[in-house]
């Protein structure tokens, strides 16, 4: 009997898919797989200890006093003083107030699966586990969320190793919640209703119009199955399961976003949009091959013995946040950005829609505020620091003498080679020229100096 009803709800679901475009993920998936989700898998070390499955970590979390919330397909641990203690890199490398979300599928995130295979239902149905995401695919889920402002702040997802086996564990933004109110149910439906309709992202199982009326089991009143907080802060509504939607065409999506970034950049001459200044590989056409050029700071870099792995990038003139991308995918532990404020929130959602997620990004204004320098040279004490900085900058030359970086890529373009640009211009002692290219045709020079 349940085989017969199975294969009679395997064959709704299959006109589901066809119905709301989902079917076609799979194959967006593929055409894009090289360009998106780039961000490198960071992996933090936990000297010996000795967890072989979920009972024995859940045992190892109670005998070290750490408080967690056991889930079906995941142990959250909110933030406490015995997580910085067990896991001592968090206080180092991540935001205060984070905690971690960890997959009871003990792998890699390359490999593991959100929902744990030994855990489903052996009925279940075959069909929405194919076009579900994998835990990678779904950082862009949760940043989609982010940015539509109905869901947590996801600042990592990383691989603990402990002596057998790998956890694969997102880092995000603790939320303090409130009990909800009828109020607070009814403004984040509204929310989540007008994002459905857009048709950029889609529920896994049934149908869009199921969870804006409530009718689907994780959109139910009033707490949404356990996942709608209430932020006791700024009493905004947060829906913390990101795992039950999917993205139905990140290509078109990214697209529109870059479209939407156009707008608010004059280019000299009327330039078209296929010349945007940065090129995202695969997906847009540009006018400088980040790529190529990505590579050639690395080699630069590696000439002296040093690579953007476990280093923090500051960038002061970020564009679209493309070398932010590509250093963060080189294995920088994290990256701050600064342009001005019409191009900061388009540069952002581009590097979440691009599955990035451990940056931070100010405009002009705010890194003349001494505070945030404060806070991020305290925060990058302990990296090595790379800036990123073209002849276009010279409005923060005294501000980012305060951040604490070793090396500087200097950018301009061939004809502005022999105007002042070398110790005496940024004012800095100890400046040492190493090595200088020629990139985009010989167009433009980059400088690697260190201090």
């Not at 979390?61 to 995941?74: G, S």
């Not at 076009?131 to 402002?149: C, F, K, M």
């Given at each position: ?41 960071l992996t933090f070390n936990i000297e010996g200890v000795d967890v072989d499955d979920v009972d024995g970590f859940l ?393």
């Open positions: 009997m349940n085989r017969i009803y199975n294969f009679f709800k395997e064959i709704q679901f299959i006109f589901n898919i066809l119905f709301t475009g989902k079917l076609f993920v799979i194959f967006n998936r593929r055409k894009y797989k090289k360009d998106i989700g780039k961000q490198s898998i045992n190892w979390l109670e005998k070290n006093k750490i408080d967690y919330i056991n889930r079906r397909w995941t142990i959250y641990l909110p933030p406490q003083t015995n997580l910085k203690k067990c896991f001592n890199f968090i206080e180092s490398h991540y935001p205060a107030g984070s905690s971690f979300k960890i997959l009871k599928d003990f792998n890699r995130p390359e490999k593991a699966k959100y929902s744990h295979p030994k855990l489903m239902n052996p009925n279940g149905l075959l069909l929405p586990k194919i076009i579900a995401h994998g835990p990678i695919s779904l950082i862009r889920v949760a940043n989609y969320l982010y940015y539509n402002n109905v869901g947590v702040r996801l600042y990592d997802l990383i691989a603990i190793r402990f002596k057998n086996i790998y956890l694969s564990c997102y880092i995000v933004k603790h939320i303090s919640g409130k009990e909800i109110q009828k109020s607070n149910y009814d403004s984040f439906i509204n929310k989540i209703k007008n994002i459905l309709l857009k048709r950029e992202i889609v529920t896994v199982t049934g149908t869009n119009k199921k969870a804006y009326t409530g009718k689907k089991t994780d959109f139910r009143p009033l707490n949404c199955n356990n996942n709608l907080l209430v932020n006791n802060k700024n009493g905004n509504e947060y829906f913390v399961d990101f795992q039950g939607f999917i993205l139905r065409n990140e290509n078109k999506l990214i697209d529109s976003i870059v479209s939407e970034f156009d707008k608010h950049i004059k280019y000299p001459n009327k330039v078209q949009r296929k010349y945007i200044y940065e090129k995202i590989p695969g997906l847009t056409l540009g006018k400088s091959n980040l790529v190529r050029n990505d590579d050639i700071f690395e080699s630069m870099l590696n000439e002296q013995n040093r690579s953007f792995g476990k280093s923090i990038v500051f960038d002061t003139s970020c564009n679209t946040g493309l070398r932010i991308y590509n250093a963060l995918s080189k294995g920088a532990f994290w990256a701050y950005g600064w342009d001005q404020s019409y191009k900061i929130n388009g540069a952002e959602k581009l590097l979440f829609a691009l599955g990035a997620t451990r940056f931070k990004l100010f405009n002009e204004k705010e890194l003349l505020n001494t505070k945030n320098i404060m806070e991020i040279s305290q925060a990058a004490v302990n990296f090595n620091c790379i800036l990123f900085m073209t002849h276009k900058d010279t409005y923060i030359n005294k501000q980012i003498l305060d951040l604490p970086w070793e090396f500087m890529f200097y950018g301009c373009n061939k004809s502005e080679e022999n105007t002042e640009h070398k110790t005496e211009h940024f004012e800095i002692n100890n400046l040492k020229l190493l090595s200088r290219r020629n990139i985009q045709n010989n167009r433009t020079i980059i400088y690697l100096y260190k201090r």
